[in-house]
Every structure is written in C-alpha cells, then in structure tokens.
C-alpha cells in the first residue's frame, strides 16, 4: 500500500528542526491521521497504525532525506507531496 501525503505551509512553520516527532515531513503524516506514532529521520520513518502496537520501518526515498536534511539544517524548503510505500 501507498500513502502520498503533503508537506504545507503550516508543517513547516510548526515543524521543529532535529525533532524526528514532529519535523514537518512528521507533521504532515500525522495529518493524514492513520498512526498513532511517527519518528522520521533522514534514513527512516518508523511508525504505528492507530489501534495497533506493531511497530513498522519504512526507509525513506532519496527526496524524502534530502528534505528532511534541509528542514533541520535549516535551509529554505517548500510545501511538497511524497509518496511512501506502507508495510
């Protein structure tokens, strides 16, 4: 299964740079309200469905990591659509 899911204006003006809970990329997939828990990084996101305990792994598309370094190394990003693929 695919999640595409939208980086806005709003995740990443609230977004806290080195934050892997709620970074903007974080931020944004939790606003498509299907986990109960997200940590992204630049290598990884890790994740929860709500209702579950399972803990899942995904490794994060080469354009996913070049937006997250930005993000926390604070140089400019803007709002972006990403795909990722569930397990």
Not at 28 to 43: C, H, N, R, S, W
Not at 53 to 58: A, I, M, P, R
Request: hydrophobic share 30%.
């Amino acid at each position: 299964m695919y999640l595409d899911f939208q980086v806005t204006k709003e995740n990443i003006r609230k977004g806290r740079k080195g934050n892997p809970h709620s970074c903007a990329v974080a931020l944004a997939l939790k606003d498509t309200k299907k986990f109960g828990y997200i940590d992204v990084t630049d290598q990884n996101i890790w994740y929860k469905f709500k209702n579950s305990s399972y803990l899942n792994k995904v490794k994060v598309t080469k354009k996913i990591a070049k937006y997250v370094k930005n993000f926390d190394n604070k140089k400019s990003v803007k709002p972006d659509t990403f795909r990722i693929k569930l397990s």
